[in-house]
């Protein structure tokens, strides 16, 4: 059983930073791509950031680039999302998500028809 446990929300004031944890089990942990995304309230969720674990490729999205990191350790099995400079509109409930899936049109494969969701952590970043 695919199974994706987050971790690391909390409240930080802005300019803070925060790391996220997504400890995951049930499938081959370098076969897969596995993402964080991201729902404030009253917005659709959306891709914060996505690593194939097969060659290493990232995916970020443009509103957190130069600010958030994506890594991962093979012997905890565990991606990490570091995140910087963190401003109020990075508030939002953080969901780690994986799929088998590697590549769409040439492009990573990181979107919201990922096939495994954990459990989000809310990350709330005050003025």
Request: glycine share 14%.
């Amino acid at each position: 059983e695919v199974q994706l446990q987050a971790s690391g929300g909390g409240l930080v004031q802005a300019g803070g930073s925060l790391r996220l944890s997504c400890t995951a089990s049930g499938f081959t942990f370098d076969d897969y791509v596995i993402g964080w995304f991201r729902q404030a309230p009253g917005k659709e969720r959306e891709g914060v950031s996505c690593i194939n674990k097969s060659d290493g490729s990232t995916y970020y999205a443009e509103s957190v680039k130069g600010r958030f990191t994506i890594s991962s350790d093979n012997a905890k099995k565990t991606v990490y999302l570091q995140m910087h400079s963190l401003k109020p509109e990075d508030t939002a409930v953080y969901y780690c998500a994986a799929d088998s899936r590697r590549y769409l049109s040439g492009r990573l494969y990181c979107n919201g028809g990922m096939g495994y969701w954990g459990k989000g952590t809310l990350v709330t970043v005050s003025s």
